[in-house]
């Protein structure tokens, strides 16, 4: 069995007010709270505007649920309205960060430099980058879905170093299986998952790839979970609409029950 601890992290998209996000914070705290925590590591990444209150109920009842945001700026501070910044995650304690989401990538026009710049930015500040990647239905179809993610793999990695990048989470997430109840089969996670690994050694040594955890993201329930994180190379979830159910999340944090 792999050394590497799962990390089952929820991404609440544009879902959620800070006091919903309370409720759903004790849920899952009740709900885990016999749950063997050095096994399985559970985030939640909700929206800027709840991130004070998840910080203030997880620090005040000292759970053991992380938590982190689904964006960062590429810069500390200055004039860039809308933006947060890596100080300001750090300083509520953020523990991760995704980066380079598809909906990013699409919507807001993101690019591997950019993500390369906001990858650097969270490490600079303390918080763990969780770096989006993957592939669209034309790649998929075509046959390219590995050189293509090894290649956005490439970009957002360019002159980190070994000692930032083996703390690094990867997220694969085939775009045709975000939101659309589409799963990628365990084959087709692993073929992929498999092959960042691969690459994480080219550019950094067994030794340092063997430690990076990559999640699988796209259409996980607690149905297909089991299956995915049976793969010798994922080592995690990344959830979104499951995750807004909590009694759903809990059940696709404890596959192994
Ligand atoms: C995501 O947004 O990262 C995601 C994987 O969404 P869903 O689980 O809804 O496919």
């Not at 990013?104 to 990647?133: M, S, W």
């Amino acid at each position: 069995m792999s050394a590497r601890t799962p990390l089952m992290a929820g991404n609440w998209k544009m879902n959620l007010n800070h006091l919903e996000a309370i409720a759903h914070v004790q849920k899952l705290a009740f709900a885990l709270a016999d749950k063997d925590f050095e096994s399985v590591e559970v985030a939640v990444l909700p929206p800027f505007t709840d991130l004070r209150s998840v910080q203030t109920l997880v620090d005040g009842d000292k759970l053991k649920i992380k938590y982190g945001a689904q964006d960062i700026s590429a810069h500390d501070s200055g004039a860039y309205t809308g933006e947060i910044s890596g100080p300001m995650l750090a300083k509520l304690n953020c523990s991760y960060v995704a980066i380079g989401h598809s909906e990013r990538r699409q919507y807001h026009g993101e690019t591997d430099e950019l993500c390369n710049a906001k990858v650097k930015a969270a490490f600079k500040h303390g918080v763990t980058p969780i770096l989006c990647v993957g592939e669209g239905l034309d790649v998929r179809k075509a046959g390219n879905q590995v050189a293509y993610t090894l290649a956005q793999l490439d970009g957002a990695l360019k002159d980190v170093p070994a000692e930032q990048a083996g703390t690094i989470v990867i997220a694969y997430e085939p775009v045709w299986a975000i939101g659309t109840g589409e799963v990628a089969t365990p084959e087709d996670a692993q073929e992929v998952c498999g092959a960042i690994r691969g690459r994480l050694a080219e550019l950094y040594g067994q030794e340092v790839a063997d430690k990076i955890r990559i999640q699988y993201g796209g259409s996980v329930k607690s149905g297909n979970v089991a299956a995915i994180m049976a793969q010798p190379d994922v080592d995690g979830a990344l959830v979104g609409g499951a995750a807004l159910d909590a009694e759903e999340f809990v059940k696709i944090v404890r596959f192994r029950d």
